[in-house]
């Protein structure tokens, strides 16, 4: 796994299998099947395939997605995704020509004086 900064990135040929955490930023460029818990960003490049249960802070996925997805903040699902789950975030954004099988959530905070 390369670092930039901090940007983590697991590279095009790189398969991993089991569990990942932590609290910096991912970019995934391979394979990656299991789990994942990140406190921040998570980035799945169009190259990346993730067969997992995701929890991270914000995900931007381009490639496919397998799993359910729980995030604290936003997902995007760009056009050239492929994602199938379930999805739960506070902002969903779904492009068109995006593919989706699932169900969303969408967990918005009130105030309490509403």
Not at 92 to 99: C, F, K, L, N, S
Not at 105 to 112: G, N, S
Request: no cysteine; charged share 25%; net charge negative.
């Amino acid at each position: 796994m390369a670092q930039l900064g901090q940007i983590n990135i697991i590279g095009k040929g790189i398969v991993i299998r089991g569990s990942l955490s932590g609290g910096g930023d991912l970019v995934i460029e391979g394979r990656v099947e299991g789990q994942i818990a990140l406190k921040n960003h998570l980035t799945i490049e169009a190259t990346g395939k993730v067969e997992a249960d995701i929890r991270v802070e914000e995900l931007t996925i381009n490639g496919e997605a397998s799993g359910n997805i729980d995030a604290s903040s936003k997902v995007a699902i760009n056009s050239s995704a492929k994602v199938s789950g379930d999805v739960k975030a506070t902002r969903v954004v779904i492009e068109d020509g995006a593919v989706f099988n699932g169900s969303i959530e969408m967990d918005v905070k009130l105030p309490d004086d509403l």
